[in-house]
Each structure stands twice: as structure tokens, then as C-alpha cells.
């Protein structure tokens, strides 16, 4: 029998319907590597029981010949979803043992609308806000990837770690993720995954605990950009529970799977040529033009002049929409609660304690940014950065561009432990690719492209036009066709 | 810019965050760094540029004024620290 | 506004005389079925957390979707105060921590308000009135419930009215008395009940006015100033600004300065106190809330709103005058409750000729039914006497039925028994006796029986109403007075 943990999604799905083995088989089996994977600390809950039962119903809705797009096939789910009755902590201490009484839009369409079996809840950074996966209240996950000859553990990036790399071990077959800053696409470059941003407003932000509204975006992580494409299409769509999700039908991106990319016309900004980058970063991103050309695309300089404030910008939007998000953790409705012997003290304490540093950090910058006096010098003036930044895009496609091609990551996947306590500001760099695509609203894919001389998988980056995910994967597909699949030697 | 240790302080009290005065130092130190760092979006030239309001454009839908939530007082208190009789309970707050 | 000094509204100090500068915001509860940002029910009441959604308990991950009929109901508010309508507004955040406020933020308006500058014109009691500039009206979220006295060492939380719309109305700091300020606020509750877009319950919290207070030497820039929040009824408006005023003036006058600060009103003392929890200057970091959109609306959503208005306090007093010849007192009285306009244009609607007879039907309102329901404490709602009743009367009179003096026993007999009068009057015997024969007859037997009388009056021919109240004595009331002067006339050759 093969091993069903290492198929891809479309390649469970289609044995699922030819019957080669059923949905019960498949998540027992990613249970099992679930068990012995532990050590990764990508799952921070585990739901066998739940995962067999919905995986039993959905084999019994093969028998009767019925069954959504995603019938029976097993998926992780980032922690920030709410998932009803199950635990959700966003991997912060304040929430404790919060149990929603209510499903997120994106997973009540995985799971209760096009029948995926849920396998437990993944690892990420706490409230998303990290790089690393290594502000977890559970603790850091970790990269199912080594250095050659080097037993370092590596961190998978974040924030969405516990999804990339339960994807790149095959723990699951494909996770939710979100991306508020790069939080989809750097863990994917980083374990040799696919991670998609969409649009904003592409997908609900019902039920996602939020960190930046403006920004934050649910996506996929998968093996493949066709597996990509299969759950983008389950997770995007209209809600009105949402007032900034988009009312725009859901194309059947799969479609653009294998679509010819000829004549398409890439952008390759030369705002992105940092100074000091790795040159396997620079070969890497040549390589990827390379590729496109070969398959017919046509390769045009261009010029983004705002990419250099996308970060600055983004460290003012994003921390001072957190710390307004994080102000209902109060210890008051639920999550933990600390003792006080007044409201204010008990409000303190409750948020000392139950928020890590990190959190915390961002908190007061945000709250700081925001405050009487500065309003106009830091947050205005970042929003009218922002206008300027994805006006730099609007130019850019206005002038035929089709997509931007650019790497994903500065660098590949560093030692865990390697960037905590320093500068705040050295792990911020890591989105110095990705926060542009957030600050702009447009989507953007991360694949997997190569590899560094130490043998970590490096990833290359395509950010596309509003609404055109399908661009982005008919060209994502044509560097993994180059490329070639990145899989880790199990050492676990 | 850069922030004093009051300002630190003053700060973590908006933000209803506890803060030891040995941790003021460090955070003063950390949040320097930021500000220090985003100083540089002073240099661009924002001059009749309007602030982003909502990166995707769109009209803002609105709801029928119908009562279709709410009546699930058990749910709405299940997850909370301290309750009485559905009500959230909190050390006395003074007004 | 720097209107003119009115000597009546200076306040006698030690040192000389100091005039108050009031503004006022009234937070008003949008008329809806369902909250502003959710489907939760805007219901008074209820049992504690009801009426409330995952989206007012602010649980993670949940998003407000603003209810249309709260933004239409703003826009009629903005039309019915005759202010510039804003086809663009914006949601801001107000950020600060309290446990009646689940969000950690109130959903609220703040640089771009959804409707701007406007006027009321306010009646006073005297018969003059003065305007009142409002700066600008917005909606925001109502905060829940904080109760403190239920658990000796805990405050208990109830989010029933959490996410409910308010209307924050805010006047201009044109008031200069608590007379003023008084019939300011009673002429806004008029104005929203009239549109429907608040029901103006006081005793509910459904109204509720934030009173800022300052007072200065006349003709001097404005004084520093106090907010006092919360102030649930015309009544205790009118006490605190006075207290608030008298104690700022003791400051004053004994040299030191006034602190801007928050005050609450205590009833029971009639005094205002500093808020305990004040202890920190608020900064509220509002930001634009990135959950909603900017509010954007066409002229034509507004002037499909503006066909639509009834017609309000001011323009039916106006019809009131110019069709019925009432006096302007008497319109402002009729006009100055929604229900009081409404059921004396329900009698009229059952007038048999309401052009002739609609003044006669405004003073039977406002003496006969209104004195009444006053005496016994009833309201509008529970009159014992419908208008359809009252209208009956007041056709019996104007045809010549019965006369007014009938027309009270007849009003009498409705009020305690009921029934249609009508068919009172003719069972009762009531009807006026249009018979001239008889009445000639009475009036000649009156005449005979006293010739002592008929020698008085011809000498002095005021005493011809002696005549007639004998005859109308004699009638039971059922003769018509001017029938019987002008038959006395004749008869004693007058």
C-alpha cells in the first residue's frame, strides 16, 4: 500500500474516488505520524476522536456516492481559527482553555460544507505575531528540515509555522494558515511548501482571531501549487458576516493548474536587489526568471520606489490595529484571568501575565503610535505610505505587468534561539519580501525554488494583480515543474 | 522620537499591561529600537496624499434591521472566569 | 454663539454678575429591532447577557456588520434638525478599558461624523423662542451594564444593551440658562419622537444628556469647563446646571480656578461630584476601524429619506396658526407632544367641519381634556374620553345641538360612564330647544312673573342677563342663549 501520508492532496483525492483505500485509512495514518512527530511541536491539539468520526461520515458519504470537493481528505488548522468546541488559544497563554462556541467561515467550508476531516489544531507564533513560530506559548515548532550533516533545530518561520511544517512532514495534507505580514508565504519558504496569500477580502476573517484587520488574510500551505489551488477554492468566498470580505464569485482556480503562462509579462523590481543579499538568494531569483522565460513569459524591469517603507510602515499599521484587536483580552468574558484587588489591577495583571513578550512589545508600540500627539506623525502618515505603496503596484500592472516575481525570503530557515533577544528589528527583516503584498492588499504565492549550499529549501515569491490568484498559479506551477518537489529526509 | 522610562510607564497603563521597574530599562531599549526604525517613513513626501482607508475598494454593505442573534446567554458566559446568573462578574468597580 | 447678554439670565454673584455657557450632548437610543453592529434584540430588559451575540460579547474573531435602518434613522435625525447630511462618514475606534465595554473599544464617530451642523428653534414658556446650533450628530455603540450592588466585592456585568445604536447629538455651546438648557433638551426629545428615530424614555436611559457647564463674567471668552455625565431627566438637568454653575462660581470668587474634569450628578443631594475613577486623563487613541468600511450614501438615499419625514413639531405648529386660527400659544401646547398633536388632529379628522370648529376643538382639548387628565394624573393613552367622542361634542355644539354649557355635563357623563353622545344627548333629554314657540313661551312667563324686574331693566339694560339666566334656569339649560337675549330684547321693547 502506499504511504498515504506522503500523497499530495489531488493525489488523495483521487484514490479516495477510486476507492484505494477511505478517509479512515488516510486519517489514521496521519495520526499515526502525527504521534511520532511530536517532536516538531507543530500540533498544539491533537483531535483523533473528532478527525476518525468526521473521517468515518465522510466515508460513508463516498459509499453513497456523495460528497463536497474536499470529501474525506485530512487538514490541519492553524490555531487562530475558531473551531466550535474545540480549543482555541492562538497560542497565548490569555486564552486558556477557550473553547469557542462558534465555527470560523473558513473552516465550517473545509469541513462542514466540503467535507475535509480536521486532524487538530496547529502551532503558530502567539497571536500570530512573530517570524519564527518561537513566541508559541506551546513553545517553538520545529523545521522537519537540517542543515546537511547538522542535528540544529531550525525554526520552520512563522507565524504560521505549525501549518508549514506539518505540511513539509506530512503530518497533514494541507493547513489553514493566515498572512497578516508574510506569515503564509515566509513559513513556506522556509519547510519547501506552498503557501498562497490571497486577496484581501478574498477569504472571511469571521472567526480568525484578529491581529491587524487591515492586513490579516486566511490561506493555504500545501505539497503542491495544485493542491494550493484545490484549497484556496474552499476557503475563499463571500460572507456577509464580513464586512470587508469581497462579494466576487470563487473561480475554480485548479483550472489554472497547467495553464500556459506565454506571453504573460513579469516584473522583476529592482527595489528588491538588497544590498548585502545572500547570492544564492540572487541566483535563485535569476533562476526563477529563468524558468518563466522558458515557458514563454517575457521579463520586464520594474520599479516599486516605495518597497523600502513597506516594513516601516507595516510595523506602525499592524502593531496599533493589534493592540486595539488585543484590548477584549481582558480576563473578563474568558481566557485566563489573574487576581487584582481592583478592575485595573486585575486587568493588568491578567495582561502581563497572559500575554508574551513579543505581544507585548507590539501592544505598546501600537497603543504608543496611537496616543494624543503622535496620531498624525506615526499612524496617518504610515496609511498615506501605504496608499503610496500599492499605487508603486497600480503603476506597475496598469503598465501591462501580469505579476511581480521576486524571492520570498532574505535568507533560509535560521537556528532556533538564533534572533531571540536581540534587536526586535533583525526579526522583522524576515518579511522585508512579503509585507508588501499585505500593505498593498494583493495576493501573493510563495514556491519552492531550490536550495541553499547547506540544503535548506529557499523559496521564490509571485505577487499578482487584485483577484488574480489563478495568474499566480499557472506561474507558480511552471517554477515547480522546474524545480522539482522539496521533501525532508524523516530524522524524527 | 524616542521614549522616556514615564513614558514607558504611562504607556503600560494605557495598555492595562503590568510592568516591573526592572523590566522598564530593557522595553524602554527594545521599543527605541522600533521607533528608531520607523523613523525613516519621515524622509517620504505624503503631500495631498490621502490615508488608505480600505486596501480593497468597496461600498460598505449594510444589514436588515431583523433579530436573528442573541437569546444564548449560556454560551455567551460558558468560557468565562467568574459568573453568577449569567452575569460576568469583576472586582468592584468604582465609578 | 455670542448671542446679546439677557440681564434675566445673569446669576448674582459676591463679586458681581456671572452668566453660564451650557452646551449639551444627548445620547439618544436609535429606534431599531436589532443592534447597530449585530442581530442581537434592542429590547429593554431581558434577562442578564440575552440579548446579546458572540459579536457584543467581542469574542475572538468576530466582526461588525453595521444594521441600515441605524443609518437611516441617523439621516432622518440630521433632516429633522435641519442639518448638512454627510454622504461619507467614518467609524472610528475609541479605545479605553472598562468591563461594560467587552471590545476594550466603543465603535464610534469621530473626525467624520454622519451629519453635521444644524439649528432647533426652542419655544420657551414666556412665548419667545431662541435657536440652538447643533455641531453635529454621530452614531456609536451604547456600552453595557456595570451593577454594584449585588455582590459585596464584585461588580456584575450584563451586555444586554452592549452594541445597542445611539445617536450622539451635541449642541453648540448656545445655551445661557438651565430654563434653556431644560426646554433645549424637551424640544429635541419632541423633534426624535415626532421622526421615530427615538422614543425619548428618559426613565429607561433611552435618553440621556451629558451637560457641559461653564460659567464666566458676561461679555468674557469662556470659561474653563465641567461635563456632567449621564443625566437622566429634564428635571435633574435643570438642578444640575444650577448647582454646577453656583459651585464653579464659589470657585471662582474665592480666587482659585476650575479643574476640567468629569462630574456626576447625585439626585438624592441635587449636587454634582468628581468621578472616583477619573483619576487619569483619558487618551482615547481613535483610529479609523479597520473591521468596516468608510459609511457612503447618494443624495438620493438621503432625499428618498427627506419625502418620507412627517411633518414636524415646528411646521405643524405653523398649519396649526395659518389654518385653523389658532393662537400661537395654544399650537405650541398641542404641538409640544407628539401624542397631544396627534389625538387633537384625530379629533379634528372627526370633525364634521373642522375649519369652523378646529379652534373650539383646541381649547376643549387643552382646558376640558388635558386640565382633566392633569387633575387625575392620566396620560394621553389612558383618556377616558377617545377623540372620536370629544370630536361628537364638539359637532353637537357647533350645530346647535347643545350648548357649551350642556356640552360640559355631556363631557362629564362621558368621562365616567362612557357611551356615545349622541345618543346621550337624546336619551338624556339634552338636546337644545330649537322650538321658537316655546321658548317664547318661557320667556314670556319670566317675563310676567317679575314685573318689578322688567321696570329695573328697562332702566338699565345690562340687567337683560338676569333675564336670561332665568330663562336658561328655567330651560334646564336646553335653550340657546343668544335665541333668548334677542327674543328679551323684543318682547321688553330694549
Not at chain 2, 529600537?33 to 513626501?45: D, G, K, R, S, T
Not at chain 3, 453592529?37 to 456588520?65: C, E, K, Q, R, W
Not at chain 3, 467587552?102 to 454622519?114: A, E, H, L, V
Not at chain 3, 312667563?445 to 322688567?454: E, G, L, Q, T
Amino acid at each position: 500500500m502506499t504511504n498515504l501520508t506522503s500523497l499530495t492532496l489531488a493525489e488523495a483525492r483521487d484514490g479516495l474516488a477510486r476507492k484505494s483505500f477511505t478517509s479512515l485509512e488516510l486519517a489514521d495514518a496521519h495520526l499515526a505520524a502525527m504521534e511520532r512527530a511530536r517532536v516538531l511541536n507543530a500540533y498544539v491539539l491533537e483531535t483523533p476522536e473528532r478527525a476518525r468520526e468526521m473521517a468515518r461520515q465522510a466515508d460513508e458519504r463516498i459509499a453513497k456516492g456523495e460528497g463536497g470537493p474536499l470529501n474525506g481528505l485530512p487538514l490541519g488548522v492553524k490555531d487562530l481559527f475558531a473551531t466550535e468546541g474545540t480549543r482555541t488559544t492562538a497560542c497565548s497563554r490569555i486564552l486558556d482553555d477557550f473553547k469557542p462556541p462558534y465555527e470560523s467561515t473558513v473552516t465550517s467550508q473545509l469541513f462542514t460544507r466540503d467535507g475535509a476531516v480536521m486532524l487538530g489544531k496547529l502551532n503558530n507564533d502567539e497571536f500570530a505575531m512573530g517570524s519564527s513560530n518561537e513566541t508559541s506559548c506551546f513553545g517553538p515548532v520545529v523545521n522537519p528540515w537540517r542543515r546537511q550533516g547538522s542535528d540544529v533545530k531550525l525554526v520552520p518561520g512563522g507565524s504560521s509555522g505549525g501549518s508549514a511544517s506539518a505540511v513539509a512532514a506530512g503530518l497533514c495534507l494541507g493547513a489553514t494558515a493566515t498572512d497578516t505580514g508574510g506569515s503564509i508565504r515566509q513559513p513556506a519558504a522556509f519547510t519547501g511548501t506552498v503557501g498562497l496569500k490571497p486577496t484581501y477580502g478574498r477569504c472571511s476573517r469571521w472567526g480568525i482571531v484578529a491581529f491587524a484587520s487591515s492586513l490579516d488574510q486566511a490561506g493555504p500551505i500545501t505539497r503542491t501549487v495544485r493542491d494550493a489551488a484545490i484549497l484556496m477554492r474552499s476557503m475563499a468566498g463571500h460572507d456577509p458576516r464580513d464586512t470587508t470580505s469581497v462579494d466576487r464569485a470563487v473561480p475554480d482556480y485548479e483550472a489554472a493548474v497547467g495553464k500556459s503562462v506565454k506571453g504573460m509579462k513579469i516584473g522583476l523590481p529592482r527595489e528588491y536587489r538588497l544590498e548585502g543579499m545572500p547570492a544564492e538568494i540572487e541566483k535563485l531569483w535569476s533562476q526563477g526568471a529563468e524558468w518563466l522565460k522558458a515557458a514563454g513569459a517575457e521579463l520586464v524591469e520594474v520599479s516599486l520606489p516605495h518597497t523600502k517603507y513597506a516594513l516601516p510602515a507595516y510595523y506602525i499599521v499592524a502593531p496599533a490595529e493589534a493592540s486595539s484587536n488585543l484590548a477584549r483580552y481582558d480576563g473578563v468574558r474568558y481566557g485566563a484571568r489573574a487576581g487584582g484587588s481592583n478592575i485595573v489591577e486585575m486587568y493588568e495583571n491578567t495582561r502581563a501575565k497572559g500575554f508574551g513578550a513579543e505581544v507585548r512589545r507590539r501592544i505598546m508600540i501600537g497603543t504608543y503610535v496611537l496616543s494624543a500627539g503622535y496620531y498624525d506623525a506615526y499612524y496617518l502618515r504610515a496609511q498615506k505610505v501605504r496608499t503610496l505603496i500599492k499605487k508603486d503596484f497600480e503603476d506597475c500592472y496598469d503598465a501591462g505587468v501580469d505579476a511581480i516575481l521576486t524571492p520570498a525570503t532574505p535568507s533560509a530557515a535560521f537556528g532556533i534561539g538564533q534572533k531571540v533577544g536581540g534587536n526586535p528589528i533583525e526579526m522583522y527583516l524576515n518579511d522585508i519580501f512579503t509585507v508588501t503584498a499585505n500593505m498593498a492588499g494583493l495576493p501573493g504565492i510563495a514556491v519552492p525554488a531550490g536550495k541553499d549550499s547547506q540544503g535548506l529549501p529557499l523559496g521564490l515569491q509571485l505577487i499578482g494583480r487584485p483577484f488574480d490568484e489563478e495568474t499566480l498559479i499557472s506561474l507558480g506551477e511552471v517554477i515547480e515543474l522546474a524545480a522539482g518537489r522539496f521533501t525532508p529526509e524523516v530524522w524524527w | 522620537m524616542s521614549v522616556d522610562a514615564a513614558t514607558v510607564r504611562r504607556i503600560a497603563h494605557l495598555a492595562r499591561i503590568a510592568v516591573d521597574d526592572a523590566e522598564v530599562p530593557h522595553l524602554q531599549g527594545e521599543l527605541n529600537a522600533i521607533l528608531a526604525f520607523v523613523e525613516q517613513l519621515q524622509e517620504v513626501n505624503v503631500d495631498g496624499v490621502e490615508p488608505m482607508t480600505s486596501v480593497t475598494p468597496m461600498a460598505m454593505k449594510m444589514r436588515p434591521d431583523a433579530v436573528n442573534d442573541g437569546e444564548i446567554a449560556d454560551k455567551i458566559v460558558a468560557n468565562a472566569p467568574v459568573t453568577h446568573d449569567h452575569f460576568f462578574l469583576v472586582p468592584k468597580v468604582v465609578e | 454663539m455670542n448671542a446679546p447678554v439677557k440681564p434675566s439670565n445673569l446669576i448674582k454673584g459676591a463679586t458681581g454678575d456671572w452668566e453660564m455657557v451650557i452646551g449639551i450632548e444627548v445620547h439618544a437610543q436609535v429606534t431599531s429591532n436589532a443592534k447597530l453592529f449585530s442581530g442581537a434584540s434592542t429590547a429593554f430588559g431581558g434577562n442578564p447577557n440575552s440579548h446579546v451575540s458572540f459579536v457584543d460579547a467581542a469574542m475572538p474573531g468576530m466582526l461588525p456588520v453595521i444594521n441600515g435602518e441605524c443609518v437611516r434613522q441617523a439621516v432622518r435625525t440630521g433632516l429633522g434638525l435641519n442639518a448638512r447630511i454627510n454622504l461619507r462618514s467614518v467609524f472610528d475606534r475609541k479605545n479605553y478599558f472598562y468591563p461594560d465595554l467587552p471590545q476594550g473599544y466603543q465603535i464610534s464617530q469621530y473626525q467624520s461624523p454622519i451629519v453635521g451642523e444644524g439649528e432647533v428653534v426652542v419655544d420657551l414658556a414666556d412665548g419667545t423662542s431662541f435657536t440652538v446650533g447643533i455641531e453635529r450628530l454621530h452614531l456609536e455603540q451604547d456600552a453595557g451594564k456595570s451593577l454594584h450592588d449585588q455582590h459585596a466585592d464584585m461588580s456584575a456585568i450584563d451586555l444586554n444593551r452592549s452594541g445597542v445604536a445611539l445617536m450622539e447629538i451635541v449642541s453648540k455651546p448656545d445655551l445661557r440658562s438651565s430654563e434653556q438648557a431644560k426646554a433645549y433638551v424637551t424640544k429635541l426629545r419632541t423633534i426624535l419622537r415626532y421622526l421615530g428615530t427615538c422614543d425619548g424614555d428618559m426613565e429607561k436611559g433611552n435618553l440621556r444628556a451629558d451637560v457641559n457647564v461653564s460659567v464666566r463674567r458676561p461679555g468674557e471668552p469662556f470659561g474653563t469647563r465641567c461635563e456632567i455625565k449621564n443625566v437622566n431627566s429634564i428635571r435633574f438637568i435643570g438642578q444640575a446646571i444650577e448647582h454646577e454653575a453656583r459651585r464653579q462660581i464659589g470657585i471662582l470668587e474665592d480666587g482659585d480656578s476650575i479643574d476640567q474634569e468629569t462630574r456626576l450628578f447625585d439626585p438624592d443631594k441635587g449636587e454634582t461630584r468628581a468621578m472616583r475613577s477619573k483619576e487619569e486623563a483619558h487618551d482615547y487613541r481613535y483610529f479609523p476601524d479597520p473591521d468596516l468600511l468608510p459609511l457612503e450614501f447618494s443624495q438620493s438615499f438621503v432625499e428618498a429619506l427627506r419625502a418620507d419625514l412627517p411633518e414636524l413639531p415646528d411646521q405643524k405648529k405653523a398649519r396649526f396658526i395659518a389654518d385653523l386660527g389658532l393662537t400661537p400659544y395654544d399650537a405650541a401646547v398641542l404641538v409640544s407632544e407628539h401624542e397631544c398633536a396627534n389625538f387633537y388632529e384625530s379629533v379634528l379628522g372627526g370633525l364634521a367641519d373642522a375649519r369652523r370648529d378646529g379652534k373650539v376643538a383646541a381649547n376643549w382639548v387643552i382646558n376640558e381634556l388635558f386640565g382633566r387628565l392633569n387633575k387625575e394624573g392620566l396620560s394621553i393613552a389612558a383618556s377616558p374620553v377617545s377623540a372620536s367622542q370629544l370630536a361628537a361634542i364638539i359637532d353637537l355644539i357647533g350645530e346647535g345641538t347643545i350648548s357649551g354649557k350642556i356640552a360640559k355635563d355631556l363631557f362629564e357623563i362621558v368621562w365616567t360612564e362612557g357611551g356615545d353622545p349622541r345618543v346621550l344627548v337624546d336619551e338624556r333629554g339634552m338636546k337644545q330647544v330649537t322650538d321658537m314657540g316655546a321658548i317664547e313661551k318661557l320667556v314670556a312667563d319670566i317675563v310676567d312673573a317679575n314685573p318689578d324686574k322688567v321696570a329695573q331693566v328697562r332702566a338699565k339694560p345690562q340687567m337683560i342677563g338676569w333675564f336670561v339666566g332665568q330663562v336658561m334656569k328655567a330651560s334646564g339649560g336646553k335653550v340657546n342663549p343668544q335665541a333668548v337675549n334677542d327674543l328679551l330684547k323684543t318682547k321688553l321693547g330694549l
